[in-house]
């Protein structure tokens, strides 16, 4: 039997100019997401980590594309 590999949820979006947004994203684990292709504690000129709220991890981004991966480890 193969090892299950974990779960990937995807989720590419833009933030109007002039705007912020404020985003749950589903994870168990905020070190397992990457904002554009680096992982979250890189990408802080990007975007600002806030809390865990239950299973969602809370952004804070600036205007722009973006394109966010959480990974499932459980």
């Known amino acids: 039997q193969c090892p299950r590999a974990p779960a990937a ?27 554009t292709g680096k992982p979250l504690r890189k990408a802080r000129n990007l975007a600002a980590f806030l809390r865990m709220e239950g299973d969602y991890a809370i952004l804070a981004l600036g205007s722009g594309n973006y394109r966010l991966v959480s990974r499932d480890g459980r």
């Open 9 to 35: 949820f995807h989720w590419d979006f833009t933030v109007p100019v002039n705007t912020t947004a404020t985003v749950y994203r589903p994870a168990d684990d905020a070190t397992r997401i990457t904002v």
